[in-house]
């Protein structure tokens, strides 16, 4: 199964400094059919996780332009340019290029 | 825009089963592949499996194969997600979602093992 490992497992940050958090993959993550199966998943504290990037770099509809995603091959980046309060919970890479579709461990982001 | 609502909460004891349901509402059932993730107490978020409702087709994580079966009702729109020989261990909140398309996700059915 490909590994997803995430860095790093704890991201404190002040209110309005930039966020940027990495997820490596053990194989590479281009498809067959020339797409990047590689999403980025929000889950706050309590909730159900909410996906906010999806085919390496996509945005999903109503997820603010602050979140901006990167990478290819084996390496993926998630940035937030301005964190705000709601920003705070924990980040989830997943690959679903490969099956079985693999989750990183996450990045629990908190208010400093 | 597809909306997935799970089952509520179950206490089961080891050894019984379980199953869960999703009931899908809006979008296209036709094209939908759910996938069933768990979340232990304190932990990250696992796959255990997708299903094509409308193909009777499964896969199933090789970790949970023989102990889960994925099933659907095409008339109520429900995908169910049955776990058996219950332990300890499967205590967890269980997630449908549709990693496809827009992404939705259920608001998980936590299923606790406890004698």
């Known amino acids: 199964d490909v590994v997803m490992t995430q860095s790093p497992i704890s991201l404190p940050v002040t209110l309005g400094q930039p966020a940027s958090m990495s997820c490596r993959s053990s194989?590479?993550?281009?498809?067959?059919?020339?797409?990047?199966?590689l999403s980025w998943f929000q889950q706050r504290p309590g909730q159900s996780p909410r996906r906010l990037i999806s085919?390496?770099?996509n945005r999903d509809s109503g997820v603010p332009d602050r979140f901006n995603a990167s990478g290819s091959g084996t390496d993926f980046t998630l940035k937030i340019s301005r964190v705000e309060a709601e920003d705070v919970g924990v980040y989830y890479c997943?690959?679903?290029?490969?099956?079985?579709?693999?989750f990183g461990q996450g990045t629990k982001l908190e208010i400093k | 825009q597809v909306q997935l609502v799970q089952s509520g909460a179950e206490v089961k004891k080891p050894g019984s089963s379980v199953k869960v349901s999703c009931k899908v509402s809006?979008?296209?059932?036709?094209?939908?592949?759910i996938t069933w993730v768990r979340q232990a107490p304190g932990q990250g978020l696992e796959c255990m499996g997708r299903?094509?409702?409308?193909?009777?087709?499964?896969n199933y994580v090789r970790k949970f194969q023989g102990r889960i079966t994925f099933s659907a009702d095409k008339s109520t729109r429900t995908a169910f997600m049955e776990v058996t020989s219950l332990t300890y261990e499967d205590t967890a909140v269980y997630y449908c979602?549709?990693?496809?398309?827009?992404?939705?996700w259920g608001q998980g059915t936590l299923v606790t093992v406890s004698a």
């Open positions: 085919r390496d770099s």
């Open positions: 194989e590479r993550l281009v498809h067959s059919d020339g797409n990047t199966f």
């Open positions: 809006g979008g296209s059932f036709s094209s939908l592949t």
């Open positions: 299903s094509v409702p409308i193909l009777d087709a499964s």
């Open positions: 979602a549709s990693l496809g398309g827009d992404g939705a």
């Open positions: 997943m690959q679903g290029t490969h099956w079985p579709y693999t």
